[in-house]
T-cell receptor, first 115, second 113 residues
Framework: GENVEQHPSTLSVQEGDSAVIKCTYSDSASNYFPWYKQELGKRPQLIIDIRSNVGEKKDQRIAVTLNKTAKHFSLHITETQPEDSAVYFCAASDSSSGGYNKLIFGAGTRLAVHP | EPEVTQTPSHQVTQMGQEVILRCVPISNHLYFYWYRQILGQKVEFLVSFYNNEISEKSEIFDDQFSVERPDGSNFTLKIRSTKLEDSAMYFC???????????FGEGSRLTVL
């Protein structure tokens, strides 16, 4: 089955700096790669996702890149702000066209943005 | 905006007791899931459900777990005889028929004493 590795486990940056979180996956059939932000005691919230027919996707200060050959994908946050502080999870799945989507999550990265 | 809702938000139970966690998925979604997150750890897949039956389950989802959709709206997770290690946050999720994006509920925190 799919296995997702995520690094680093913790990341501390100064406000305004960039943050990069990296994930690798094992199953070459995986074709959907979302990133979730989870604040303490809250549900995971989807912040961006990418499908395997795309190499990069950007949404304001957040971007995700995907390298299918190397089986890794990364989250880039630019101009970080204190409210970006949270745990970020990557995930991967073999998403079917019918909408079935069993996500396998990475272990999470605790991001701390210091003012 | 429609949301997945879960009840209870927190349940405390004694070891060996049965627990039922309830979820109301988003109404036009076809696939339903339960995930578990032990405190400080990753979100783990438990089970998926489609067309009134289990479509896939993980090795965590052993015989003490069951799921059902007793009516047109609720989706439940039952733990028959709780153990200390069942203490976790349980998230219900659902996905629509086209994008497959998962929508998570707020979670039910289970504490087994």
């Amino acid at each position: 089955g799919e296995n997702v590795e995520q690094h680093p486990s913790t990341l501390s940056v100064q406000e305004g700096d960039s943050a990069v979180i990296k994930c690798t996956y094992s199953d070459s059939a995986s074709n959907y790669f979302p990133w979730y932000k989870q604040e303490l005691g809250k549900r995971p919230q989807l912040i961006i996702d990418i499908r395997s027919n795309v190499g990069e996707k950007k949404d304001q200060r957040i971007a995700v890149t995907l390298n299918k050959t190397a089986k890794h994908f990364s989250l880039h946050i630019t101009e970080t702000q204190p409210e970006d502080s949270a745990v970020y999870f990557c995930a991967a799945s073999d998403s079917s066209s019918g909408g079935y989507n069993k996500l396998i999550f990475g272990a999470g990265t605790r991001l701390a943005v210091h003012p | 905006e429609p949301e997945v809702t879960q009840t209870p938000s927190h349940q405390v139970t004694q070891m060996g007791q049965e627990v039922i966690l309830r979820c109301v998925p988003i109404s036009n979604h076809l696939y339903f899931y339960w995930y578990r997150q032990i405190l400080g750890q990753k979100v783990e897949f438990l089970v998926s459900f489609y067309n009134n039956e289990i479509s896939e389950k993980s090795e965590i989802f052993d015989d003490q777990f069951s799921v059902e959709r007793p009516d047109g709206s609720n989706f439940t997770l039952k733990i028959r005889s709780t153990k200390l290690e069942d203490s976790a946050m349980y998230f219900c999720a659902s996905s629509p028929p086209n994008t497959g994006e998962l929508f998570f509920g707020e979670g039910s925190r289970l504490t087994v004493l």
